[in-house]
């Protein structure tokens, strides 16, 4: 899951705790990975600018800077005194989401391909039944006779309302 590590202390203003230090700055902070497109797109969504204002942090605003968030219109106490939680929970919440997706997408993917090699293989089977002759009895293999094995009967029933079949 993509989380926040520590504060880039470099990056902060020069004039903290001193007379002339601003009182809401910019805070920069390490993410613990480089984060997905798909959770950029989350973290800058108007969905986080909604959480971070019903969390009390109306004026605060996020970017994503390669593996940086970029926390404006803050300070660190109040980032010490809460709103470190905060960004950790609607990031914590929108990867979830994102890897849960692609979960999902992967699992959908993974029944596609078994269904199609299921198809595929009944297919090459029926097509396997098909034999080409005169007509006498021995030229026909048993399983390829109208009544056939059952188990032929059976993947030939399946496919029978498939394109291409005419009753």
């Not at 899951?1 to 809401?24: E, I, K």
């Not at 009944?122 to 094995?149: I, K, M, N, Q, Y």
């Amino acid at each position: 899951m993509l989380g926040l590590g520590s504060v880039l202390v470099g990056s902060l203003p020069s004039a903290l705790m001193t007379v002339d230090a601003p009182d809401r700055y910019t805070v920069e902070a390490v993410f613990t990975r480089r984060p997905e497109e798909d959770e950029v797109r989350g973290i800058l969504a108007d969905g986080t600018r909604r959480f971070l204002a019903e969390a009390g942090y109306p004026a605060v605003a996020v970017t994503v800077a390669d593996r940086r968030l970029e926390i404006a219109n803050t300070s660190l106490e109040e980032l010490r005194d809460g709103l470190a939680h905060v960004l950790a929970d609607r990031i914590a919440e929108i990867s979830e989401a994102v890897h849960s997706r692609r979960d999902a997408a992967a699992a959908r993917f993974q029944h596609a391909a078994e269904s199609e090699h299921d198809r595929a293989a009944a297919v090459a089977v029926l097509a396997e039944s098909v034999r080409f002759g005169t007509g006498d009895a021995e030229d026909v293999p048993t399983s390829a006779h109208p009544g056939g094995s059952a188990a032929d009967r059976a993947q030939m029933d399946d496919w029978a309302d498939e394109g291409g079949h005419v009753r």
